[in-house]
């Protein structure tokens, strides 16, 4: 059992992570992606700008990592949910790993309950068509359970890790998508 926990931890950081966000799909119309930014100053008089709470905006490279991240989440609890619509919010190895995840999940009866947070999102480089973004995952409000609704996340998981995303400019679009992401950083 711990064997199929641990194992169970890893696919579930690496679909809890290579999460997508946006439209279509399942019609029940909630979104339960928290998202949140630790940027605010706690005194009153700091003159240091507190920074908005990102977005699912697909027109920013930081928005384009909260509807990753959205899209994630309600894939995974959606067991027949259209895997396609990745498409909307990532491109390359995000949306591979991502299919590939879900795909997994879906084989053994798995899903997920609850929500990402998403905590600290920031850009931290860019060029013309790439940035990256780094976020602060936490899962403490997230569980992936099988098809009794038992749990089968590991007893260890950690419940916030920092995670750096890989973010490209479609111009035809004028959108960003997630590409690619580097997970399992430390914890945040």
């Known amino acids: 059992m711990t064997r199929v926990r641990g194992l169970v931890g890893g696919a579930a950081a690496v679909l809890l992570l290579a999460g997508c966000g946006g439209g279509g799909g399942d019609t029940d119309g909630t979104s339960s992606t928290s998202t949140s930014s630790s940027a605010s100053s706690s005194d009153p008089t700091s003159a240091e700008p507190t920074a908005a709470e990102p977005t699912a905006d ?22 027949r ?3 396609t619509q ?3 919010v990532a491109r390359g190895d995000a949306r591979k790993d991502k299919m590939e995840t879900l795909t997994i999940y879906r084989s ?9 947070g998403l905590d600290d999102v920031r850009q931290t480089s860019s060029r013309k068509d ?5 976020a602060c995952i936490d899962y403490a409000d997230l569980d992936v359970v099988d098809g009794t609704g038992e749990s089968v996340v ?10 750096t995303y890989t973010v490209v400019h479609d111009a035809k679009a004028d959108e960003w998508f997630v ?10």
């Open 86 to 88: 990745l498409s909307q």
């Open 58 to 79: 697909q027109s920013t490279a930081t928005g384009a990592v909260v509807a990753f991240v959205e899209m994630s989440d309600k894939l995974a609890r959606s067991p």
């Open 179 to 188: 590409s690619a992401l580097e997970d399992g950083g430390p914890s945040c």
């Open 130 to 134: 790439e940035a990256k973004v780094s």
């Open 108 to 116: 053994k009866g798995w899903r997920s309950k609850g929500s990402t």
């Open 81 to 83: 949910g259209d895997l």
């Open 154 to 163: 590991a007893d260890d998981r950690q419940e916030r890790v920092l995670h």
